[in-house]
């Protein structure tokens, strides 16, 4: 008689609701809405309305969050359900508590850590014991994977990031569009995205539309730089779900993205796969982007600035770029991601 599977039990610090769009919170959430809800319980954060694949799943706990006692809250159900894995740690009193019980309690939980910062000094020292005591250390690119080997010796396999396809599609006509071209950025506004060098842009280049889509620390500064240097055509569009940030890069023939820390940009291979080059730094080596193929990665930002004004003089050069970033973002796939990562969960549980 074939013998029934266990169930394996998931904890993460992740938030399963809809609005939860930043990097790290969507990348969690394709996995586990693919994940087999017969062999897998996943238990994670809940602070609104969750995203409809999460709430539909099976053997799927939604642990609410409020304004205060949230750690405390998820820690109770964690001690109490004994998790075999924990997933994705972050930086923050949640963790650290945890991985001083772990230490404390001698609790048999495998810690799966996902590496998404590229590692230096600085970043080092506040991811550093999520990876140390980890069980399992995977990086989102290559270059990261490098990058946690020469920081800490360890070394790092790699799973991508996938690309969904319900928001990140080509458009159907790929010939020219009516009116001005479009340059997007799209990201967080911090000092490290350095989005004042897309104002910049849009200054030299005064009959392209910039579109700038996020929200964030340095966006005052932004605009008013954008005042300073009358630019007229820049068009800051605020927070978007991932369904309109497709359109918009839908609509885009450029997407220009100068920042110089990274780990593997998500917006890089969602520009991809709706078939707009991108320009990026070369700093983090994105797989998301063949240089020279799908679009450029850049030394300085002479040379971005450069790379720019190519795309835009040159209309051939962007219809072949796009049509082979839409071909390379094939490669990103999150069914396939998901099923790498369960093959991870699978390990790590033998191992126990």
Not at 111 to 123: D, K
Not at 171 to 182: L, T
Request: charged share 25%.
């Amino acid at each position: 008689m074939r013998r029934t599977q266990r169930l394996i039990t998931i904890f993460t610090p992740s938030h399963g609701d809809a609005d939860a769009t930043n990097a790290q919170q969507l990348t969690v959430k394709e996995i586990v809405a693919r994940l087999p809800p017969e062999r897998f319980r996943v238990a994670m954060f809940s602070g609104g309305q969750p995203d409809p694949r999460i709430a539909a799943r099976p053997n799927t706990l939604l642990i609410p969050t409020g304004p205060h006692g949230n750690t405390a809250r998820f820690l109770t159900r964690l001690l109490l359900a004994r998790p075999d894995i924990y997933f994705y740690p972050r930086f923050g009193p949640l963790d650290d508590i945890f991985f001083s019980l772990r230490s404390k309690l001698r609790l048999k939980i495998a810690v799966v850590t996902h590496v998404v910062m590229m590692m230096n000094e600085s970043t080092a020292k506040i991811t550093g014991r999520s990876i140390r005591e980890a069980d399992a250390v995977f990086a989102n690119s290559r270059y990261v994977a490098e990058t946690v080997r020469s920081q800490f010796g360890i070394e790092a396999g790699t799973i991508h990031n996938g690309i969904d396809r319900r928001f990140f599609f080509p458009r159907e006509q790929q010939s020219s569009r009516p009116g001005p071209m479009v340059v997007l950025y799209a990201g967080s506004f911090q000092a490290r995205k350095r989005v004042e060098l897309v104002i910049q842009q849009a200054a030299r280049h005064p009959h392209v539309q910039f579109r700038l889509a996020g929200r964030g620390e340095t966006e005052p500064a932004c605009r008013a730089l954008a005042r300073q240097l009358n630019c007229h055509n820049i068009e800051f569009l605020g927070h978007l779900m991932p369904m309109e940030l497709g359109a918009e890069m839908r609509k885009s023939d450029v997407f220009l993205f100068p920042s110089i820390l990274e780990g593997h940009p998500q917006v890089l291979g969602q520009a991809s796969a709706c078939g707009v080059p991108c320009i990026a730094m070369n700093l983090y080596r994105p797989d998301y982007v063949l240089n020279g193929e799908s679009g450029f990665l850049v030394e300085s930002d002479a040379e971005l600035a450069d790379k720019l004004e190519l795309l835009l003089r040159d209309a051939n050069l962007r219809r072949s770029m796009s049509r082979a970033a839409a071909l390379h973002a094939l490669n990103f796939d999150w069914d396939r991601t998901a099923l790498q990562w369960q093959e991870v969960f699978e390990a790590v549980t033998a191992k126990r």
